[in-house]
């Protein structure tokens, strides 16, 4: 349970920081997520008469695919065009 909690902690302080630890914390969070929704709530039960609903894990699939940033696109600098002379001289 301690390790669970560090790693949600992680999780939760990872998303604030640049693009690539923010996105490598959402996947931290999706692997958790789809851990405990398989390990803790067996699937939703779907696989059973009883089941009413698929639980949570793939809502949080979801969510944390909503928070998912783009990292910066870094291209070749502009191309800077010569003077044109126009007066011939």
């Known amino acids: 349970m301690v390790v669970l909690a560090v790693l949600l ?13 923010g996105n490598a914390a959402l996947v931290l969070a999706v692997v958790l997520s789809v851990v405990v ?7 939703g039960t779907v696989f059973t008469n009883a089941a009413t609903d698929l639980n949570s894990g793939p809502l949080l699939v979801l969510v944390a695919a909503a928070y ?12 800077i065009e010569p003077a044109v002379n126009l007066g011939g001289t």
């Open 9 to 21: 902690a992680v999780v939760a302080v990872g998303v604030y920081g640049p693009s690539r630890l």
């Open 37 to 43: 929704w398989v390990v803790g709530e067996d699937f």
């Open 68 to 79: 998912w940033r783009p990292s910066p696109r870094v291209g070749p600098a502009p191309a």
